[in-house]
């Protein structure tokens, strides 16, 4: 079955600085991934999707990169402020070419001011 | 309204009795799904639907969950003889067409306490 981890450890950084945040899949090659944030008390907001055949996708201060062959995405935020601070979760297609999406536990960012 | 709406926002409900979650997706939105997410856990997939396809429940945990969509809108999540370990935090998401081709819209979600 497919599975998605993310570091289950929060990320602690400073702020000005690079985030950087993981999502690994294994048994599974997704046509597409994407990042949400959630903040605490509310649902998911999406940020990015990538395809499988986009290396990287930037949007403003964020950048995300999908490796194939890694089976691994990395998710970027520059020039980091505290009000990024949040949970960010990587979703997957489940299995195909279905559209039904399932996701990783989250990695919780602080960012100090 | 303008994003998806979900009632009750807090459900306080005694262990065995049955309960009611209700989304109201994005009008136009064709995809609907529902999550479970455990304090501190990330989302538990439950159930998807697309448009008038069969849904796919192979998320539900037991027979005692089931949900139905009618007339492609509204869709109700039922917990019949509800347990401890129901108690989540019940979040339903609407899509244009599904993932593939762009985001999923989520709702506020409806916090579930079974005493």
């Known amino acids: 079955s497919q599975k998605i981890e993310q570091n289950s450890e929060a990320l602690n950084i400073q702020e000005g600085k690079t985030a950087t945040l993981t999502c690994n899949y294994t048994n599974y090659s997704p046509a597409y991934l994407q990042w949400y944030r959630q903040d605490p008390g509310r649902g998911p907001v999406f940020l990015l999707l990538?395809?499988?055949?986009?290396k990287e996708k930037r949007k403003e201060r964020l950048k995300v990169t999908f490796d194939t062959t890694l089976k691994q995405s990395l998710f970027h935020i520059t020039a980091s402020q505290p009000a990024d601070s949040a949970t960010y979760l990587c979703a997957l297609p489940w299995g195909g070419a279905t559209n039904k999406l399932i996701f990783g536990t989250g990695t919780l960012l602080a960012v100090q001011p | 309204g303008a994003g998806v709406s979900q009632s009750p926002s807090n459900k306080v409900t005694e262990k065995g009795k049955d309960v009611e979650l209700r989304c109201d997706p994005i009008s136009g939105h064709t995809a609907l799904y529902w999550y479970r997410q455990s304090l501190g856990q990330g989302l538990e997939f439950l159930i998807y639907?697309?448009?008038?396809?069969?849904?796919?429940k192979s998320g539900l945990p037991s027979d005692r969950f089931s949900a139905e969509r009618t007339g492609g809108s509204v869709s109700t999540l039922t917990i019949q003889r509800t347990q401890q370990e129901d108690s989540a935090v019940y979040l339903c998401?609407?899509?244009?067409?599904?993932?593939?081709?762009?985001?999923?819209?989520f709702g506020e979600g409806s916090r579930l306490t079974v005493l």
């Open positions: 639907f697309q448009g008038n396809s069969a849904p796919d």
């Open positions: 990538i395809r499988e055949n986009e």
């Open positions: 998401a609407s899509s244009l067409s599904g993932g593939r081709t762009g985001e999923l819209f």
